[in-house]
């Protein structure tokens, strides 16, 4: 399958941030590898004049999925750390839109679109297609596409830009299964006519 991109196409960088990078307080192992290739798509995206889209986790200190209030997680991506802020070597331009979630302590925000105006922002720039990379593929990359294909967009994950937390040893293959089952079309850069 080869895919021209189109005005009607978005980029959706979810969650590259310090604390889900090596050294980070919930490091997704492997996950530096990615960002070359996150680099590469930003760059072509950017140059086809294409809005590109950047998810963060942005939570109070004492969110809900955090251990000490019984949530999942260690602390992480805490609101105005540096763990908050996107890796240093990704290059995210200046007019990327910046899509904050988890922002409230006693709510969960997996998805990009959960509590954030992104459904709508993509909606006001005709947006059909929306190609899904960053962290972590079995969480909130899964949930994000998920809430996409229910919004009715066209979901390419771009499989060369993700990476797995793995919790139990595939779950990663398992969530691009069940996106792929669900609709969502799973590429890489070899994929694109560009």
């Not at 942005?58 to 209030?69: E, N, T, V």
């Not at 709508?120 to 593929?137: H, P, Y």
């Not at 771009?158 to 069940?178: F, M, N, T």
Request: net charge negative.
């Amino acid at each position: 399958m080869k895919i021209s991109l189109n005005v009607h196409d978005a980029l959706l960088i979810v969650d590259m941030q310090n604390d889900f990078l090596p050294g980070g307080n919930l490091a997704v192992r492997g996950s530096d590898a990615i960002i070359s290739v996150v680099n590469n798509y930003i760059q072509n995206f950017a140059a086809a004049g294409l809005p590109i889209f950047a998810s963060r986790d942005f939570h109070p200190a004492d969110h809900i999925s955090f251990q000490s209030r019984g949530g999942t997680w260690p602390p992480h991506c805490v609101a105005g750390s540096q763990g908050a802020e996107f890796h240093p070597d990704l290059h995210i331009p200046e007019n990327a839109v910046i899509i904050s979630k988890g922002t409230t302590q006693d709510a969960e925000a997996y998805s990009a679109l959960d509590a954030t105006p992104l459904r709508q922002q993509l909606r006001n720039n005709n947006i059909k297609r929306v190609f899904v990379c960053g962290l972590a593929t079995d969480y909130c990359v899964h949930a994000s596409v998920i809430d996409l294909l229910k919004a009715d967009f066209s979901v390419f994950v771009l499989c060369d830009a993700i990476k797995a937390v793995d919790v139990q040893p595939g779950d990663g293959d398992r969530a691009l299964k069940e996106l792929t089952d669900k609709g969502a079309l799973a590429i890489t850069t070899d994929n694109f006519i560009l």
